[in-house]
């Protein structure tokens, strides 16, 4: 099972852009990379996935290198109410889903 | 689309009653349903995998005769805590993988536990 790897926490203010990056050095041929969103209280919700390269969707883009051992969540121009823990999630059908520590993002004004 | 459903939303039950949590996936066909806790300021812990028509595989350290689990039809899983205690207390979170093509999973918006 591919591990995953993410910074704790991180801070950043209204407007700017934000990059979390995850690592998962033991990724599987078969793993694609998923990122969730979760606020308190709250079932975690799909942000985006990939498998190679750049993904982009309407909220954000994932960057991901050539030997695919770590990703990058880039959400631009961040507001408060993105405020929530990013979770970085490695796996493919078959395989267990667990998650990480995830990133505590704290958007200031 | 890709919505889940879970009921109750919280519950508030006795030391040694059991507790019911449904799982639905509205929309979809889920062939693979997950079981979370999450305890404040965690992360989610995976209790166990359920797939529709088969007994569900559980994480090491999970007591399956504690927490049962059911996945009768394609938009369907329960969880019991059977004999609940208050170190039950938790946020339970289910999830659904669609029959086939995408990857992602669909989370419910959780159940709050406690026992008092």
Not at chain 1, 3 to 24: A, F, L, R
Not at chain 1, 57 to 80: G, H, M, Q, W, Y
Not at chain 2, 83 to 99: L, M, N, R, T, W
Request: glycine share 6%.
């Amino acid at each position: 099972l591919a591990k995953t790897t993410q910074p704790i926490s991180m801070d950043s203010y209204e407007g700017q852009e934000v990059n979390i990056t995850c690592s998962h050095n033991n990724i599987a041929t078969n793993d694609y990379i998923t990122w969730y969103q979760q606020f308190p209280s709250q079932g975690p919700r799909f942000i985006i996935q990939g498998y190679k390269t750049k993904v982009t969707n309407e909220v954000a883009s994932l960057f991901i290198p050539a030997d695919r051992k770590s990703s990058t969540l880039s959400l631009p121009r961040v507001s408060l109410s993105d405020t929530a823990v990013y979770y970085c999630l490695v796996g493919g059908r078959n395989n267990d889903m667990r998650f990480g520590a995830g990133t505590r993002l704290t958007v200031k004004p | 689309g890709a919505v889940v459903s879970q009921h109750p939303s919280w519950v508030i039950c006795k030391s040694g009653t059991s507790v019911k949590i449904e799982c639905r996936s509205l929309d979809f066909q889920a062939t693979t349903m997950f079981w979370y806790r999450q305890f404040p300021k965690q992360s989610l812990m995976l209790m166990a995998t359920s797939n529709e028509g088969s007994k569900a595989t559980y994480e090491q350290g999970v007591e399956k005769d504690k927490f049962l689990i059911n996945h009768a039809s394609l938009t369907l899983s329960t969880l019991t805590v059977t004999s609940a205690h208050p170190e039950d207390s938790s946020f339970y979170i289910c999830s659904a993988v669609p029959g086939r093509g995408l990857h992602e999973q669909y989370f419910g918006p959780g159940t709050r536990l406690t026992v008092t």
